[in-house]
């Protein structure tokens, strides 16, 4: 019993431990005076109105929206047709490309980040916002690779050969037996992607820092002119949109199978 009661306590110490950053940094979020103070003096939730009413946090807010909505999209089309030929094995050689997959995301960001620099100052298109899109879906491109993969995975081969046997083509099974039932975990590739593409900052930045301002560049930028709570509440809000898409995938996702703690059967 007492065995029990210090585990828990343990585990309640570790969690809070773990939540103290977040803790401080919404203290400070409202925070009334311009200062990051925590515990904070007075409470005001005006930091947060200046996020979206305060054109250049709201310019920054938009941008990396739509760059993280544009690099997950881009992610997921390079991955699907990639998670597919890897599922069919259609050459003996199909691993490499599952390596090629993984390999942006298991590089270090920063030398990652140096490489799409050199090769879009190269190309002379450095600094365009289309080259961030690039560099970002190549980057995450790993995320919808895997879930996707383990979507299919869960396809029971049987019903393939039963639609063939009963005279469906490829592109007709594919369309409505194999999409269906990978649309999950599409979605699930789309999702991951888009939050951490949300909150990257060093290949952003080498690639369109001094053109196209996000978010993450903004509160960086922010630090060089003096602090500010609006700092604070945009990364609240960016861990409460997180949260949200986390929180969506785990009530409608297979998340025991996407975090790897279940094999498919069969």
Not at 30 to 34: A, G, I, L, R
Not at 103 to 112: D, M, Q, S
Not at 165 to 177: E, L, N, P
């Given at each position: 019993m007492a065995g029990r009661i210090l585990q828990h306590v343990f585990l309640g110490l570790v969690g809070l431990f773990l939540a103290m950053p977040l803790i401080v940094v919404a203290g400070v979020s409202?925070?009334?005076?311009?200062s990051l103070t925590f515990p904070p003096d007075g409470l005001s939730l005006a930091w947060y109105g200046e996020l979206f009413t305060d054109p250049?946090?709201?310019?920054?807010l938009v941008a990396s929206l739509l760059l993280a909505a544009f690099a997950a999209a881009l992610a997921v089309i390079i991955a699907l047709p990639l998670a597919y030929f890897?599922?069919?094995?259609?050459a003996p050689w199909a691993n490499?490309?599952?390596l090629l997959g993984v390999?942006?995301?298991?590089?270090?960001?920063?030398?990652?980040a140096l490489g799409f620099l050199s090769f879009w100052a190269t190309a002379g298109i450095y600094g365009q916002p289309v080259t961030a899109v690039i560099s970002h879906a190549i980057f995450f491109v790993t995320l919808p690779l895997v879930t996707i993969s383990l979507g299919f995975t869960t396809i029971d081969r049987a019903l393939l050969e039963a639609a063939a046997?009963?005279?469906?083509?490829?592109?007709?099974?594919?369309?409505?037996?194999i999409l269906p039932l990978i649309v999950p975990y599409i979605i699930s590739g789309y999702a991951f992607a888009f939050v951490l593409s949300l909150n990257e900052y060093i290949i952003a930045y080498m690639t369109v820092g001094f053109t196209v301002e996000t978010l993450p560049i903004k509160v960086f930028n922010a630090l060089r002119y003096g602090y500010t709570?609006?700092?604070a509440s945009a990364s609240v809000v960016f861990v409460l949109l997180a949260a949200l898409v986390f929180g969506l995938i785990a009530r409608f996702g297979d998340i025991r199978r996407l975090l790897g703690a279940m094999r498919s059967e069969g």
């Open positions: 409202v925070n009334e005076k311009k250049g946090w709201r310019g920054a890897l599922w069919r094995r259609i490499v490309f599952r390999a942006p995301f298991i590089l270090p960001p920063v030398i990652t046997t009963m005279g469906a083509d490829d592109r007709t099974i594919v369309r409505t037996i709570p609006t700092m």
